[in-house]
């Protein structure tokens, strides 16, 4: 994970800057591709595209490699994510919204192997 935080920028070989949150669980994901070591921003990581499982969209990347600590890392670039309102009623402390904000898309993350 980031030594400088959860969320850090970094540059693809492109150029292509992907602000990106780190975190260690997600859920509705799909996997793309094989692992690659090459242009891995977490030295010993090998790293995999990471897809929404719902609709495709690119969400970052999972980190892996079982001989560190953590073995298995996920980078969310921040461009790929989209970020829903709570609708289960479950937080009573909650404020109201008028309900032109009450729209919701689950774009959860949950890792298919």
């Given at each position: ?62 980190f892996r490699n079982p001989a560190l600590k953590p073995s ?19 937080n009573e402390n909650e404020e109201e919204d008028d309900a ?14």
């Open positions: 994970m980031s030594a400088s935080g959860l969320m850090a920028a970094y540059v693809n070989p492109h150029g292509a800057i992907h602000e990106t949150l780190t975190v260690l669980k997600v859920k509705n994901i799909r996997l793309t591709g094989a692992e690659v070591a090459e242009h891995s921003w977490f030295p010993g990581y090998k790293w995999t595209i990471a897809q929404c499982r719902l609709c495709g969209n690119h969400l970052g990347w999972r298995t890392f996920y980078g969310l670039t921040r461009t790929g994510l989209i970020f829903a309102r709570n609708t289960t009623g479950n032109d904000n009450n729209e919701t898309t689950d774009h959860s993350i949950d890792e298919e192997d």
